[in-house]
């Protein structure tokens, strides 16, 4: 056989993996460790929280929290073959007990369990997205969005290169606070 065809092949299968989720508002683009490491110390990730990713990809975000952070995961992703790839990474690296991947459509999924938010969406994404998903979030959810932020919202911290943004909710913590 041919393998031009097998190269044919992979290419679209890369081009339909990197191409077609920036049109559901998550574009792909594998971080390097130290930038994951960098996000995770950024958002505060402490042990047994529990980190949900929206598009989630490979899961590698989630991986690294479980493994280096003692955290636990809830990714979600609507590409199969990625939901696949994060499921096998997550077995190798025997977080899989800490990590679960759930293919589906983040704006459809129900973050209630969520300490930590992680966001790599574009911004016609997180418009989408924001406000209606504050009302399903833990008051003390807090939400990284790495390279985009947030419209409408102001970030309690922001990195010096300006590529990470942590919002801190606050619902319920004025209560009984009188001038």
């Given at each position: 056989m041919d393998w031009s065809v097998f190269l044919l092949v992979g290419l679209l299968l890369l081009a339909g993996m990197v191409v077609l989720?920036?049109?559901c508002g998550a574009p792909w683009?594998?971080?390097?460790?130290?930038?994951?490491?960098?996000?995770?110390?950024?958002a505060d990730i402490r042990p047994g929280e529990t980190l949900c990713d929206l598009g989630?990809?490979?899961?590698?975000?989630?991986?690294?929290?479980?493994?280096?952070?003692?955290?636990?995961?809830?990714?979600?992703?609507?590409?199969?073959?990625k939901v696949g790839l994060a499921r096998l990474l997550a077995k190798w690296k025997k977080v899989d007990t800490q990590v679960r991947i759930i293919r589906g459509n983040f704006f459809d999924f129900d973050p209630v369990e969520a300490d930590v938010v992680y966001l790599y969406l574009t911004?016609?994404?997180?418009?989408?997205?924001?406000?209606?998903?504050?009302?399903?979030?833990?008051?003390t959810v807090r939400i990284v969005s790495y390279r985009f932020c947030i419209r409408g919202m102001t970030p309690e911290k922001v990195s010096a290169d300006k590529t990470l943004f942590l919002y801190q909710l606050t619902k319920g913590n004025e209560i009984n606070q009188y001038s």
């Open positions: 989720p920036i049109f683009h594998p971080l390097m460790p130290k930038t994951i490491h960098r996000i995770l110390n950024f989630c990809g490979e899961g590698r975000v989630l991986i690294t929290a479980a493994k280096d952070y003692s955290a636990k995961g809830v990714g979600v992703e609507i590409d199969p073959i911004h016609q994404a997180m418009d989408k997205l924001f406000p209606e998903i504050l009302e399903k979030l833990k008051p």
